[in-house]
């Protein structure tokens, strides 16, 4: 019986950045490492594109919150995006985007974690992508449980599921690993959203490993190095 070989539809993807990588050690091209590994996370966005929910995660300071803010200073330069954070102030999160040089008018950030008032705003404003940080923090009025409850986390990943798909609008979802390694919460959280991608590597150390477990749109074959 003859095996059949399975070919990823990503192949094109990794070739790509490889050769980007071997130009860029070899001194032929002067880009930065953000745009040298550009065919991994512009997959990465295409696929956010399609109005999917992708749970990010990773363990508290590992860096999740500054990819997802990399990620929208390169989006608001064409694209409405809003940054929803219920850990941090606006000062703090000024503090941290300063680091990463100037952003686009297209950029609005909102400190909230009431999930009725967000879902207003969205309804209302209409962006084009929005990051969630984190889901831990969010909570509904309807639920009597604290915000990071099961409760809780079932609610608020519901509430964005249907604005993801009614909208039409990507959402980004941070959410912490507990210390067995899976994203606080309940373990239906991860079958709820679209994909799954871990942010893992030691704190310390210079660079990260963002890896996918989960994806209904892609391949989760491959591995983004930051």
Same mark, same amino acid.
């Given at each position: 019986m003859e095996k059949k070989s399975r070919r990823s539809g990503t192949d094109p993807v990794v070739a790509l950045t490889l050769i980007f990588v071997v130009l860029k050690v070899m001194g032929l091209i002067s880009w930065s490492w953000l745009w040298v590994l550009s065919p991994i996370w512009l997959t990465f966005l295409f696929f956010a594109a399609i109005f999917s929910v992708i749970l990010v995660g990773g363990d508290p300071g590992i860096g999740k919150s500054t990819l997802l803010l990399q990620v929208c200073r390169i989006l608001a330069d064409k694209?409405?995006?809003?940054?929803?954070? +219920?850990?941090?102030?606006?000062?703090?999160?000024?503090?941290?985007? !300063?680091?990463? +040089? !100037?952003?686009?008018? +297209?950029?609005f950030l909102l400190c909230e974690t009431n999930l009725e008032i967000?879902? +207003?705003?969205?309804?209302?404003?209409?962006?084009?992508?929005?990051?969630?940080?984190?889901?831990?923090?969010?909570?509904s009025e309807e639920v009597s449980s604290a915000p990071g409850s099961v409760s809780q986390v079932r609610e608020s990943t519901n509430v964005f599921m249907q604005l993801a798909k009614g909208l039409c609008i990507p959402i980004f979802i941070v959410g912490h690993v507990t210390k067995e390694g899976t994203v606080a919460g309940p373990r239906v959280l991860e079958h709820m959203v679209d994909t799954v991608l871990y942010f893992e590597g030691d704190r310390h150390a210079s660079y990260r490993i963002l890896r996918a477990v989960k994806n209904r749109f892609g391949s989760t074959n491959e591995i983004g190095v930051f």
């Open positions: 694209k409405k995006v809003l940054y929803i954070s +219920g850990e941090e102030s606006q000062t703090q999160i000024k503090l941290r985007a !300063n680091r990463m +040089g !100037n952003f686009a008018d +297209g950029l967000i879902r +207003g705003i969205l309804e209302k404003e209409r962006p084009e992508l929005v990051v969630i940080d984190s889901i831990q923090t969010m909570y």
